[in-house]
Nanobody, 120 residues
Framework: VQLQASGGGLVQAGGSLRLSCEVF????????MGWFRQAPGKEREFVAA????????YYEDSLKGRFTISKDNAKNTVDLQMNSLTPEDTAVYYC??????????????WGQGTLVTVSS
């Protein structure tokens, strides 16, 4: 199983970025997917998750309304749309796949991470 994340970069505060994660080795319609992030000097934290069908989404409370997770099961991709970015959103963002996809999200496979830098 391989997860390939892309879309990171440098953006000014208030701007937007869209991250994408392509999954190889799993049919995405059967699996929950998630995004996590790790800021410099901090632990990795949960950002968002989405159910196998894509109908249910979950967010870290402080990110609701700014971040949107979506998936395209036909393309085997999951995206994270990030709006109104602040310097506090600067982090390496990781996509993850839950191989069990039952109950609380559990990251079994990780992408390589994509760096998002928000300048003030």
């Amino acid at each position: 199983v391989q997860l390939q994340a892309s879309g990171g970069g440098l953006v000014q505060a208030g701007g937007s970025l869209r991250l994408s994660c392509e999954v190889f080795g799993r049919t995405l319609s059967r699996y929950s997917m998630g995004w996590f992030r790790q800021a410099p000097g901090k632990e990795r934290e949960f950002v968002a998750a989405i159910s196998p069908s894509g109908r249910a989404t979950y967010y870290e409370d402080s990110l609701k309304g700014r971040f949107t997770i979506s998936k395209d099961n036909a393309k085997n991709t999951v995206d994270l749309q990030m709006n109104s970015l602040t310097p506090e959103d600067t982090a390496v963002y990781y996509c993850a796949l839950d191989d069990l996809s039952s109950g609380l999200f559990r990251a079994d496979y990780w992408g390589q991470g994509t760096l998002v830098t928000v300048s003030s």
